[in-house]
Structure formats: C-alpha cells, structure tokens
C-alpha cells in the first residue's frame, strides 16, 4: 500500500450549497498529520490479508475475480474490522485503521470548498460514476458499470486517487447530525446504528460522489459498490 501524508488544518466540513440539513456546514480543526492509503484497498490486497475463501457466499462480488486491481467490494464494516485485525497483527511499528468521517472530507477536499476538487462538476476523465444519472453535477459521458483499477483517473491536489466515485468508503464513524458550531478531532458518537460510507461510486451519479456527501449504511450489510481505504500511524 502506498500512503500520503495529509498535514494538519483546519477546513468548512458539509454542504457550502446549504442543500443538505444533515451536512450542516461547520469549522473543524485536525490537530495532527496523518497518512492515508493513496488509493482505495484492492482485491489482490484484501485477499493477501485475507485469503481468497468468499467471505459471503451466498451473495458474492461480481468482480472479484475480474481485476486484482479493482478496488475491493461486497464487504461490511464489520468486514473491514476482520481485515484490520489481521493486518494489524502482521506489524510490531505501525497500525492501521479507517479514517474518520472529518479526516476522509479534509483530504478529499485538498483545500477546495467548490463540490469537488476538481470544481463544480465532474467528467468521465476525472471519476468513474454513473454520468446516466444526470444532474448539475455531472456531464454527459461514458458509463464504464464497473469499477476501475486503482490509478485510473487523476489524483487530487493532495495526492489522493479515487475520493470521487469509483467505490464507496467506508469511514469509522457512526452516523449523527453535525454540530453547527466549531470542533476539534471530531470522531462521531460512541455508538449508533448505521455507519457513514463516503465518496459515490461507478453505480451512482455524481451528485454523490461530492465531497460533503455522506450516506448511511448499516454496518453488517454489503453492497456491490463499497469498499475502503485505511490510515497508516506509528503504534505507541
């Protein structure tokens, strides 16, 4: 895996449209650096972890033999946790782990408030969604219906491929309404019921691949379109 480092800063998390009552726009403050997996976990890595046994049978990924590149689908959050244990057990330096909901939308953003961070719209030479769904967020393109291999579309101006469409990711946070005022840190509740996936996918439109776009999802349940990507910290 290769990781980036994200430095320390503060940015306007949530919808700068006003469109959205749950993505209630707010400062937020990230006192520490961080690296994050510079694309989304693949195939061949989910299963040099994991091994190749289908996690769920009786609903398998349909691209799980396709593209040892793909990014890896058809997993739940409590998927990860497994795949997060074992990887963690494999290093004596260093940890790994999910991001939280602010440190995802900090590195996607790169320092931008327009939609994305490409601007106010995407193309099929930036992200791979679904430009079928139409809207003032997208234009008219190709629409691939799969995923991509990591890498396939440009990097943002931090680094990081794939923020925008391709799959969704999963982050650590369980879901809850945004504070309206100023935080430090934030990391969501303690407990809740659904989980936060980010960042669209090749199946949805572009409108939420955005980058103030947060989705709910409970986290023993799967779908053919999410994954994830980790962050990387020295272990104390």
């Known amino acids: 895996m290769e990781f980036v480092k994200i430095k320390k800063g503060s940015f306007l998390m949530g ?3 006003n469109l959205n009552d749950s993505e209630t726009l707010h400062e937020v403050n990230i006192t520490y650096d961080y690296w994050l997996g510079k694309y989304e976990v693949t195939q ?3 299963q040099k972890i994991m091994g190749n046994k289908e996690l769920h049978p009786q609903k398998p990924s349909p691209f799980r033999n396709v593209n040892p590149d793909f990014p890896v689908v058809s997993i739940s959050y409590y998927d990860v946790e497994l795949f997060l ?3 963690n057990d494999l290093s004596t330096e260093y940890r790994f782990r999910l991001p939280t909901e602010a440190e995802w939308e900090y590195a996607c953003r790169a320092g931008t408030k327009t939609p994305f961070s490409f601007g106010t719209a995407l193309d099929d030479s930036l992200a791979n969604y679904n430009p079928k769904i139409q809207s003032k967020y997208s234009i008219k393109g190709i629409y691939l219906e799969r995923p991509a291999s990591i890498g396939s579309y440009p990097a943002n101006q931090w680094g990081l491929h794939d923020m925008h469409g391709n799959v969704w990711e999963w982050v650590s946070d369980w879901y809850a309404p945004y504070s309206s005022g100023k935080v430090t840190n934030p990391t969501g509740p303690y407990e809740g019921k659904e989980k936060i ?3 669209g996918s090749w199946y949805f439109g572009a ?3 955005k980058s103030s776009h947060r989705r709910t999802h409970e986290p023993n349940l799967w779908g053919f379109s999410i994954g994830f990507r980790v962050v990387c910290e020295r272990k104390n």
């Open 15 to 17: 919808d700068h449209e």
């Open 44 to 46: 061949a890595q989910w």
């Open 85 to 87: 244990d074992k990887f």
């Open 197 to 199: 996936i980010r960042g």
């Open 207 to 209: 409108e939420n691949a």
